[in-house]
């Protein structure tokens, strides 16, 4: 059984950071993207920033030169830095992990950003 475990969610003011983390907990073989959504209220669930095991990125555009995101293949985990912290940055943000034919999801962590 695979578990993804988020950390580095809370509260920041604007233009501040944060780092997200997500280890993936299990046996696992084969991984193969690794990435964060996030979804705020009354909103459909977005694609923030996506890592390939070959470390090709991919980022929304509201995101670019804010966010960078970086993994550890070695523990199986993916970490999201957030600079420059906008309130509309706010929501829950969820971790995500591609392996095989399998796709794995966080239990999300808060991002609350001030104004």
């Known amino acids: 059984q695979v578990h993804l475990v988020e950390s580095g969610g809370g509260l920041v003011q604007a233009g501040g950071s944060l780092r997200l983390s997500c280890a993936a907990l299990?046996?696992?073989?084969?991984?193969?993207?690794m990435g964060w959504y996030r979804q705020a209220p009354g909103k459909q669930r977005e694609l923030v920033a996506t890592?390939?095991?070959?470390?090709?990125?991919n980022y929304v555009d509201s995101v670019k030169g804010r966010f960078t995101i970086s993994r550890d293949n070695a523990k199986n985990t993916v970490y999201l830095q957030m600079n420059s912290l906008k309130p509309e940055d706010a929501a829950s943000y969820y971790c995500?992990?591609?392996?095989?034919?399998?796709?794995?999801w966080g239990q999300g962590t808060q991002v609350t950003v001030s104004s």
């Open positions: 995500y992990l591609n392996a095989g034919p399998f796709n794995y």
């Open positions: 299990g046996s696992l073989f084969n991984i193969n993207v």
């Open positions: 890592i390939s095991s070959g470390g090709v990125t």
